[in-house]
């Protein structure tokens, strides 16, 4: 299922060593406790939403299905938020995750 989007690609390309850096700094982070693969995906998901940004609701939306998680969870993970941030940024964050999800 993991599609790496284009304009990623073309970071690694042109700005290797960043985001070879940016990688590890991920890796390192996941790594640092007892979280799974799955519930880490499902948490970036959350902040990812809250930040409203589009791509990163795609790319954890990618990295939480492939690390496991289906359909309902990740529906149910981003309408947790609504107490939090509120239903119009759900709902944009809902629609963003439909694209692969459908």
């Known amino acids: 299922m993991e ?9 690694k390309e042109d700005y290797r ?3 070879e850096a940016v990688d ?8 640092a406790g007892p ?4 519930q880490a995906q499902l948490i970036q998901l959350g902040a990812a939403a809250a ?3 589009e ?19 990740i529906r149910h993970a981003l309408l947790l938020l609504i107490s939090t941030i509120g239903y119009p940024n759900v709902a ?3 629609s963003w995750a439909d ?4």
């Open 55 to 73: 791509g990163a609701v795609h790319s954890h939306t990618r990295r939480a299905l492939s690390a496991g998680a289906n359909s309902e969870e």
């Open 24 to 31: 590890q700094l991920g890796k390192s982070t996941r790594d």
């Open 99 to 102: 694209d692969l999800l459908k």
């Open 17 to 19: 060593d960043v985001m």
């Open 51 to 53: 930040m409203r940004s």
């Open 3 to 11: 599609t790496t989007p284009k304009f990623y690609q073309k970071m």
């Open 92 to 94: 944009a964050a809902m």
């Open 35 to 38: 979280l799974d693969e799955k």
